[in-house]
């Protein structure tokens, strides 16, 4: 069955860093490329990072030199490594499978939520 579990977040001042985690089931993960994504309060989500399957890293703009992501494909796991983090990096992050919501799909975990304090 679809399952998306993050984890890994807290609150980190200005600067810090933060690694969060997200377990993603078999289905989900195995051919798929596994994005994170970002909603700021009052703000829509959007991605800030991605990774294929054998391993290409696409990072938005505005986190490129500071987030970074990886993946374990035997654990089923994908990571965002997060430094230099900023007041405006503060969000629910959130994993999915870039693939599937193309294909439709609208399922999402519950995400973990990351506050830098200044």
């Known amino acids: 069955q679809v399952q998306l579990v993050e984890s890994g977040g807290g609150l980190v001042q200005a600067g810090g860093s933060l690694r969060v985690s997200c377990a993603a089931s078999?289905?989900?993960?195995?051919?798929?490329?596994m994005g994170w994504y970002r909603q700021a309060p009052g703000k829509q989500r959007e991605l800030v990072a991605s990774i294929t399957r054998d391993g290409r890293l696409n990072i938005a703009d505005s986190v490129k030199g500071r987030f970074t992501v990886s993946r374990e494909n035997a654990k089923n796991m994908v990571y965002l490594q997060m430094g230099s983090l900023k007041p405006e990096d503060t969000a629910v992050y959130y994993c999915?499978?870039?693939?599937?919501?193309?294909?439709?799909?609208?399922?999402w975990g519950k995400g973990t939520l990351v506050t830098v304090s200044s």
């Open positions: 078999g289905r989900i993960f195995r051919f798929s490329t």
């Open positions: 999915n499978s870039i693939n599937g919501l193309v294909a439709g799909m609208e399922y």
